[in-house]
Structure formats: C-alpha cells, structure tokens
C-alpha cells in the first residue's frame, strides 16, 4: 500500500512512495503528528540521482522489520533537497557544525518543534568500519528520547542557539577593488593543480564559477596566468572520463586527481554551467576544443534533459542496469576491449582502445574502462574516428538508460537558458536559442505567478507547491537578461525586472545589504538560511548581485546598482581568502569594476546585415559583464536605444560605461577593439 508520498510531484519522493516505512513530506501536520504521539522525527533528505541514498533506501526503507520500529517510534520525514534547498541548507549546516562533515543522504533526528538533536549522513544495516548500523542508531536515539528526554531537548535548544549566533561577516558593504581580485588570483594558483588542473586534490569538482572568474579577470587585466588555468583546466576536463567522450555533458565530478572515473549523473547545473564556460572560453582564445565541447554540452542537454513541455529536467541517474538486472553505477558508460570488438570488429577496437584510453586491466572496475582522450602522439584519421564515435553511440543507445530526473528546477532551468542563449548566438545555432526561449516561457507560464513571484518546481506541467529561493529569482533573472541580449526581444528584461524587484523586497536586509535565501514571508524554518559561498552552482547571494549590476546596467536603476555594491560586500571579504567558493562572486566583482559596459545597437532591423554583424561583434566582446541592447532607433524595447539614432544611414554601436561614452562607430572592427576587455 504506498504511503503518503504516493501524491508528490518530486521523482525523489516518488521513488520511496512503496517503501514500508509510514513517509511523511515536509509538513506542519508532520510534526503535528509527532507532537501527538510524543514521538521524534526522522528527517531524511536526499535527491534522486544520488547513489548512496538509493543504497540506504534499498537496505533500510524498504526493509520490513526496519519499517516497523521506525513506524512504532518516529514520525518519518523524506525531504527532496532539490524541492526544498532552504530545509536542506538549514541543517546541513547544523550537521556540518556538529560532525565537521555533510553529505546526501542526511539523517537528523529532530524534537516535534523540528530542533535537531542526532546527526548522520549513510548509516549501514548493519555495523561497518566504526560505524553502528541503523538499528542501532534508530534504538539508541529511541532510548534517549524515553530515558533522557531533558538531555535531548537541552542539546536540541543549544545547536539552535549555536546556529542563531553564527553570523555572516558582510565585510564593509563595499565591492572588492583591484586588490582584493588580484589576492584571490595569487590564492587560486596555489591551491591550482599545474600537472592535472582544477584545483585541491581528490575528489575533484568541476570549477564552473571560478573559471568564468578567471576569463573576466583575464579580459579586464591580461593576467596570462588567469587565461592558462582556464584553459588547461578546460582541456583536462574535455580530455578526461568527467566529459562523455560519445555523447557530450559531464557527470557531477572526478573521484580521483586526474579527471578519469566521475561520479557519473550528469546534473543539469553542471551542464549549463559548464556550457557556458567553454563558449566564453571560445570567444577568449578561438579554441577549436571549446568549441566543440560547448556545443556538444549543449546537444546533449537539449537532447537527453529537454521536457515534453520545453523545460529541462534535473539530472541522470549514476546507476543503470548492467544488462544482467542489476544497477550498477556507470554501467551505461563504461567499455571493455571485447565489448569494444563486439561492436567494431578487430582492428576498429584495437584503435579505439588507443584512442578513448581502454586497456585490458581497465581504469574503472572488473575491467571496464571510462572513454577519455589522452594526450597522445601521432595523429589519428578523423573521418574513422567519427565513424567509431557513431557506432559506439549507436550500440550505447541499446543499453538500458539511466533514470531520468523530470523535475524542472527554476533555477537550474534559468542557467540552461543563459548558457543556450548565447551558444546558440555564438555558433549561428538558432535551435539552441528556440529551446532557451521554449524553457524561458515555460518558466513564465507555470513557474511564475500574477505577482512574479516564482514556484521552485514543475513536473509533467504542473507547478510544485515550494517557493522559490533566492537562487530561483537570481539564476533565472540572468538566463533572461542574457536572452534579452541575445534576441533583441525587451519583455524578456522587463521579466528579470520584476524577479530582481523581489530581490530587493523580499531578500535583501535593508541595513546591511545582506541577502537571504528564503524571502521574509517564507515558511519560518529554525534559523532563515543565508549562504553567500558557491557550492555546485552559483550561491543564490551571489547569482542575484551579478544579476543586479546587469540590470542597473541596462536601465540606469540606481537602487539596483546599490543593492548589488552592497551584496558584493562579503566578496571583499571571502573572495582573497577562500576565492574557490566565492568564484561567481568573484566574476561579478570583475564586471562592476569594469563597468560593466552598456552597448546599444542600433539598425533598421535584426535582418539588416549590418546591424547583425555589430550585434554579434557585441555578443562577442569578452569586457566582463557587458550589456547588450538591441534593436531600431525609435524602439522602446530597451531604456539603452533611448536616444540613439543611425549613424549616416547606417547602423551603430554606442558604448558607454561609468557616465562616460565613446563615439558611436559603424565599423565592427572598432566595437571589437573596445569591448575586448
């Protein structure tokens, strides 16, 4: 009989709605019910492409005996983590606080006022490497509660004091000078990995926002330093079992130093993101690798993440079945020689094993290796590796597929649209730019409401019951701006408009700049979540700063432009210090000091070739940050065509940047000259 999560929208709730334990969402009837039976509450949060918290369930939930005690003594809480980051950041934080480490799946054990008291991530069925086995946490945390109950609810109200009183220091509401961006570039070379790139060691992430760091420090400065850790690092990447040789994307990130075996879901963020960096990587240095991998990257989301109604779901799965039955992790992915020979006959597989890096022994396990490119002498026929590619592919399709995440996250969706928008505007790719605008007017139509207030989820075109984060209004704000840019269509900066009016309303703190990750009127949860670091993806602070300047930029708002001078405050303060998780911060840091600059294009139409060859040399400028308009000279589409007539007849580009602009120019190779940083 499927418990109540059998009515969720989430994919992750879905999959335990079977389980035998008695779920419950995240609800005020929840904890109501706890309150009731005098019980604790299990909280479990996790996401559906996460592979361990397939194993706890697999061990655990759906384990009958288990059920059962969970039944009798708890009230059992399944939080999707990508529905409810907010619930998800808030005690994380308090685990971090109290294990000095987090990870999914999390397990906290919270009083009926939702006070968290025991803390765990993945806990065994049975005992391991110093580790108790659930059963064991599950009575001891049972016990305490029946014997102890004063001790638990005294450690509950203490990790919640502990948690009020760890403030944010905002630095001086200032943004970082050039200083503080040249500390953070001597910080991030001596955590860069010159052998392997990227930076630290194993695990190893893909650095997305420190990387679009680097290229805008590179443009605004020349820094050869901050160009060449981009690029290495993009090329390790790209050449490396992280990057799907066959298909394109890349899976979450590298267990090991060298890029080679990933942790293979590929997650929509990293896609976008990463997409993104290499056309900007592209449009720095004409590399033929950017190139293809932004495409690639970009093929691959549209063809394996689009949703029936135009948005992009969440992620694939790691594990999928191996042929026998059973999920495994990387199955879908991995090659043996003699899986090699089968499809491409002796001397084909012997040529692909040298190319993609397959040996006998295998660099995964039992033998299986991932495709990766090393770096190799003599050269190889392109035309028969394309043909190996094809046929690889094509026999890769007939596999079992990994699971599919058909959530559509707001924020991620709007990452996909900046990072579709201009791929597509830089390779002459108009389908990229159709699906940006299909999944930009899906989120206007289901995940916006009368208000413009947004809703964090849909799936299968119905609108999630969770508000959006300030992550949702930042991330989705930009992938509109860029779209703006891109097809010269205005209502597309009107709509970021009233997403970053609800920034300034409903995030910000008005006597510090602060921001918040829940609005003001969001569910109280124990403590209001505010995280200014990047973690996977862009933090919410950060994102909606960057967004902010672009906005000011294109309207002349001042309270905008206020409200993010004041947000990149704490960049002052973290970015020398702990530049990796403040990378997007970092990069809009780059592009206020560099204006950012304001282009107008102004033509008789976007056919005209003339004012389509200034708009693309304007897409193209690498200056940090810049704004696009475009559009004919009597247009109201935008505030920056006010004003703004041809120049002899002809069409013209006006740039201007801190109250001051340069003559108006017809000619592309002067636009070039002046936006290239």
Request: with cysteine.
């Amino acid at each position: 009989m499927p418990n109540r999560l059998a009515h969720e929208t989430s994919p992750y709730l879905l999959q335990h709605a079977d389980n035998p334990v008695d779920w419950w969402p995240w609800s005020a009837e929840a904890f109501e019910e706890a309150r009731k039976r005098n019980v604790p509450v299990l909280l479990s949060i996790g996401y559906s492409s996460c592979h361990w918290c397939h194993v706890m369930a697999h061990e655990s939930f759906e384990d009958q005996q288990t059920a059962e005690y969970l039944n009798a003594h708890y009230v059992s809480v399944k939080v999707d983590r990508e529905e409810r980051p907010d619930v998800d950041a808030v005690y994380m934080e308090a685990v971090q606080a109290a294990t000095g480490h987090g990870g999914w799946p999390m397990t906290v054990f919270l009083t009926p006022d939702a006070e968290p008291f025991y803390f765990g991530t993945y806990f065994p069925p049975a005992p391991r490497q110093g580790m108790p086995s659930f059963r064991q946490v599950l009575q001891g945390v049972h016990q305490a509660w029946e014997d102890r109950r004063d001790e638990v609810t005294e450690v509950a109200g203490k990790i919640v004091r502990d948690l009020a009183g760890r403030e944010i220091s905002y630095g001086d509401a200032q943004t970082p000078g050039e200083q503080e961006l040249a500390q953070a570039l001597l910080a991030l070379t001596r955590e860069y990995d010159p052998q392997r790139g990227g930076f630290g060691g194993a695990p190893k992430f893909p650095p997305s926002m420190v990387l679009e760091f680097l290229l805008r420090h590179h443009a605004r400065t020349g820094a050869e330093g901050a160009l060449q850790m981009a690029q290495d690092t993009c090329e390790r990447m790209a050449r490396g079992g992280i990057y799907d040789q066959l298909g394109g994307g890349f899976a979450r990130y590298s267990v090991d130093r060298d890029w080679i075996v990933p942790h293979f879901e590929k997650m929509l963020y990293d896609n976008a993101l990463l997409c993104r960096v290499y056309a900007h990587l592209w449009r720095a240095t004409g590399s033929e690798l950017a190139r293809r991998v932004a495409l690639e990257t970009a093929d691959f989301m549209v063809r394996e993440l689009r949703t029936a109604e135009g948005g992009f779901a969440s992620a694939l799965d790691a594990d999928s079945d191996d042929g026998t039955g059973k999920h495994v992790e990387g199955a879908y992915y991995v090659w043996t020689p003699e899986q090699l020979r089968e499809v491409l006959g002796e001397q084909d597989a012997e040529l692909a094993a040298q190319y993609f890096g397959v040996t006998e022994e295998g660099t995964f396990e039992h033998g299986q290796s991932v495709l990766q490119l090393p770096q190799q002498d003599g050269l190889f026929d392109a035309g028969k590796i394309a043909s190996i590619r094809e046929r690889l592919l094509a026999a890769r399709v007939e596999r079992p597929a990994p699971g599919r995440d058909d959530k559509v996250v707001a924020a991620w969706n709007g990452l996909a649209v900046a990072a579709l928008a201009e791929t597509g505007a830089y390779f002459d790719r108009p389908d990229l730019v159709e699906a940006a605008l299909a999944a930009a007017d899906l989120l206007v139509r289901l995940h916006l409401d009368e208000q413009a207030r947004l809703t964090r989820t849909s799936k299968d075109g119905h609108a999630g019951a969770n508000a959006g984060v300030l992550e949702d209004y930042a991330d989705v704000a930009e992938g509109f701006l860029a779209l703006a840019s891109v097809t010269g269509e205005g209502v597309w900066l009107e709509f970021a408009g009233f997403l970053l009016d609800h920034v300034l309303a409903r995030f910000t703190d008005e006597e510090s700049g602060a921001l918040f990750d829940t609005a003001a009127d969001a569910e109280r949860l124990i403590r209001r979540p505010q995280d200014p670091t990047d973690n996977a993806a862009p933090s919410g602070w950060t994102a909606a700063a960057n967004a902010l300047l672009s906005y000011a930029a294109h309207t002349g708002s001042g309270p905008h432009r206020t409200a993010a001078e004041r947000a990149l405050g704490v960049v002052k303060a973290l970015g020398p210090r702990v530049p990796r998780f403040i990378g997007w911060g970092l990069a809009a840091a780059e592009a206020a000091l560099d204006g950012p600059r304001e282009v107008a294009i102004v033509g008789p139409s976007l056919d005209h070739e003339g004012t389509r060859t200034l708009h693309r040399t304007a897409l193209l400028g690498t200056a940090p940050g810049a704004v696009v308009a475009v559009g004919a000279p009597e247009s109201d589409e935008f505030p920056l065509l006010a004003d703004r007539p041809l120049v002899g007849g002809e069409p013209a580009a006006y740039v201007c940047r801190n109250f001051t602009c340069d003559a108006p120019t017809t000619e592309a190779e002067r636009l070039r000259a002046v936006l290239s940083g």
